[in-house]
């Protein structure tokens, strides 16, 4: 058993609330994919897990016909605007969820440690640079996974304080060695 | 833990990302008014509940979000195979066939 003053700082996951951003669900047949990848500025990807991202703006593929797009904040109208003029050729179902969840970064050395401890799936298995809709003790979270000890995790908002909490949980006890 | 195969996500994966939906291949009568008493009944509650090879129903809710169908031994817990929603129900000699 190590004990807490054997870690430095270094050596544990930095756990950090990311600021706000522009936040969307879309829904569409996978036919329509191409031309609405176009009006957001980037290839939406095909295959679920896969990601894809351009000057600043991110798609994932959570589903067959369901994606999230995020964006810096102050792109959300420019996004609503664009996929609106594409309904008529590429018709879709967009939802601005950017209030509806909280995003958090998980980064460093212990990072995969932590997240085994909420999620049943593997993530190491996750190639860095893709991701997936998971579970995290019980609350949905949508996993980035940016860097080998590096993720992002979108939570729903009123399940941020628990995943908040397990990951602080789980910080001190990779730091009392457990 | 079971880990299920998801058909859509093409991964297989820890049943804690699963919901189960119960039997599967029960289809909604078309004019349910015509329906007698019994056969509506049957239709709602009545269920094969099998010893052996199950067809259900599953839930990629912690996932792709998707519905999707199994084959599952309920005796062994295993799982025969999966498919997508409104395939056809695979015939249990050819999933044994397989093996
Ligand atoms: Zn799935």
Redesign the interface.
Known sequence: MKHTDDFAPEDLPAIEVLPPAARFSLRARPAQAEVLGRALGLTLPG???ERTGEAGREAMC???D?WVILAPEEDGAAIVQALADAYGEAPHALADISDREIRFRVSGKGTLDLMAMGC??DVSAIAPGRG????FDGA?VVLWRDGEEDVRLDVWRSFAPHVRDLLETGRAELAAGL | MLLIHCPYCDETLPESEFAYAGEAHIARPADPSATTDEEWRDYLFIRSNVKGAHYERWRHVHGCARFFNAVRDTVSDRFLTTYPAGAPRPALSDLEASE
Request: aromatic share 0%; net charge positive.
């Open positions: 295959r679920v897990g959570l589903g067959p369901e049943p799936r997936a809709r998971t579970v949905t």
